[in-house]
T-cell receptor, first 113, second 114 residues
Framework: AQSVSQHNHHVILSEAASLELGCNYSYGGTVNLFWYVQYPGQHLQLLLKYFSGDPLVKGIKGFEAEFIKSKFSFNLRKPSVQWSDTAEYFCAVNNTNAGKSTFGDGTTLTVKP | EAGVAQSPRYKIIEKRQSVAFWCNPISGHATLYWYQQILGQGPKLLIQFQNNGVVDDSQLPKDRFSAERLKGVDSTLKIQPAKLEDSAVYLC????????????FGPGTRLTVT
């Protein structure tokens, strides 16, 4: 069965620190990969996505993620976090054959001013 | 462009009662999803519709949960009878293509079963 693992449940950083959130998935076929973010009191919204091509994708607000097929990973990065990045981050994998999406359990990021 | 609408936003019921949630997706979006999100976990897909047909309902507890999407637009999710473990946020999302594109989420309905 398809699964997504986010290794860090809660990350606490100071402003200007660098961020990397891990995401690994288990599915050997073709996938689309997503990072979603949920800011306090808001809906889940798309941060960035990977379908094909350049494995390094850039999203909104300075976030980027790198797809490493051999490692089944899609880690999220940001060189310098801001207090406004405090949110919950979800990695999601879509199995293109079945069209089914699976989400990880999320990582709560707290950025201290 | 209007977003995904859901109602109610909050619902408190007693166990063994029934409850229904409503979702109106973004206009023109053919694919509609219902997710259950238990506190501390990620969204778990309950059912996925493509227009008004079911694509995936493998994780829907069919003895108590049901969902329909009339005319390929609005959708309702029902729980009857509710159990304590059904306490969760129920999210509706829609996308313009079957599973290949980003999903747009509604605000969710927070259900508390006492």
């Amino acid at each position: 069965a398809q699964s997504v693992s986010q290794h860090n449940h809660h990350v606490i950083l100071s402003e200007a620190a660098s961020l990397e959130l891990g995401c690994n998935y288990s599915y050997g076929g073709t996938v689309n990969l997503f990072w979603y973010v949920q800011y306090p009191g808001q809906h889940l919204q798309l941060l960035l996505k990977y379908f094909s091509g350049d494995p390094l994708v850039k999203g909104i607000k300075g976030f980027e993620a790198e797809f490493i097929k051999s490692k089944f990973s899609f880690n999220l990065r940001k060189p310098s976090v801001q207090w406004s990045d405090t949110a919950e981050y979800f990695c999601a994998v879509n199995n293109t054959n079945a069209g089914k999406s699976t989400f990880g359990d999320g990582t709560t990021l707290t950025v201290k001013p | 462009e209007a977003g995904v609408a859901q109602s109610p936003r909050y619902k408190i019921i007693e166990k063994r009662q029934s409850v229904a949630f409503w979702c109106n997706p973004i206009s023109g979006h053919a694919t509609l999803y219902w997710y259950q999100q238990i506190l501390g976990q990620g969204p778990k897909l309950l059912i996925q519709f493509q227009n008004n047909g079911v694509v995936d309902d493998s994780q829907l507890p069919k003895d108590r949960f049901s969902a329909e999407r009339l005319k390929g637009v609005d959708s309702t999710l029902k729980i009857q009878p509710a159990k304590l473990e059904d306490s969760a946020v129920y999210l509706c999302a829609s996308s313009s293509q079957r599973g290949s594109y980003e999903q747009y989420f509604g605000p969710g309905t927070r259900l508390t079963v006492t």
